[in-house]
């Protein structure tokens, strides 16, 4: 059983540009979470979903970002018009239920916008 | 609102050395408490959980207790070995404020074990 996989692993991206991030959870996980790492910093929680719904965006910024997770197919995180600020390592990490049960993580997305 | 408290690093410590990493959380009801690992270029493994008051996580030589009174989760090593060195994060997931297993982190201690 695969691992959460997130590709690409880096991604290099210039000012004004869109970045799409991909993650494939685990077989048999229909829960998916996106975190950010900023630089020196910890993990913070960006959005949460489960197939095809939107749970909770409450880490979302409001503009530029969005997140999908349809019914086919891996999750997408998607930045638009990238700023140096976006540059971070990004993770995703599935969970198999809603509660009460360990969520894995991917090795991450380190984005640098230049 | 909910977060976590943890030491700063880096902590430098010589092999076989005894290892605390001190973490505090504020979150209403009973969260579940995690200590997570981050090996250089990868991504966080869990190293260890405990789910309610007086619980302790345990693995590969790691301990926490669940101090719900001093809302507490230390992270505890008797040896470290060089290859625990890493960076160490404490977190917590609180049902009460619903989106399922989301996870509030803390800022992450590095450890490095040195010959």
Redesign the interface.
Known sequence: NAG?M?NPRHLVRRRGQEARLRCSPMKGHS?V?W?RQLPE?????MV?LQKENI??E?GMPKERFSAEFPKEGPSILRIQQVVRGDSAAY?C?S?P????????????TRLTVV | GDSVTQMEGPVTLSEEAFLTINCTYTATGYPSLFWYVQYPGEGLQLLLKATKADDKGSNKGFEATYRKETTSFHLEKGSVQVSDSAVYFCAFSNILTGGGNKLTFGTGTQLKVEL
């Open positions: 959460v997130q829960h979470y975190y910093e910890g993990l913070k929680f949460y749970i909770d409450s993770f990490a969970s239920y809603r509660e009460n049960t360990e969520a894995f993580f991917g090795q991450g």
